[in-house]
Nanobody
Framework: QLQLVESGGGLVQPGGSLRLSCTAS????????IAWFRQAPGKEREGVSC????????NYADSVKGRFTISRDNAKNTVYLQMNSLKPEDTATYYC???????????????????WGEGTLVTVSS
């Protein structure tokens, strides 16, 4: 069972930056498609960004394009989500997820994902 652990959340002022990390303790993430989702109170879980395990291609929600960057460091068995120019509407619990399907492009659909982390809270407020 792949267990994902997120870290890096916290309180940041509008316009600030945070870097979230997603890692696994006993399995390699190299060939998994990794997606970040977020869920704000009272709202549905939404896809933020993803990276394909086989091609490295990335995808972003329109709301974060140009501000967020997803990347992976296979040597550290970690996937990152660099979040810049943060806005109050980015406030949410952020979840890392993974699936092992072979695809040229990753998907940001919750029902496609096989494994989930517990989430890390990001609060953007002055």
């Amino acid at each position: 069972q792949l267990q994902l652990v997120e870290s890096g959340g916290g309180l940041v002022q509008p316009g600030g930056s945070l870097r979230l990390s997603c890692t696994a303790s006993r399995f390699r993430l190299d060939y998994y498609n990794i997606a970040w989702f977020r869920q704000a109170p009272g709202k549905e879980r939404e896809g933020v960004s993803c990276i394909s395990g086989y091609t490295g291609r990335t995808n972003y929600a329109d709301s974060v394009k140009g501000r967020f960057t997803i990347s992976r460091d296979n040597a550290k068995n970690t996937v990152y989500l660099q979040m810049n120019s943060l806005k109050p509407e980015d406030t949410a619990t952020y979840y890392c997820s993974a699936d092992g399907a072979v695809r040229s492009m990753c998907l940001m659909r919750p029902y496609n994902m096989e494994y989930w982390g517990e989430g890390t809270l990001v609060t953007v407020s002055s």
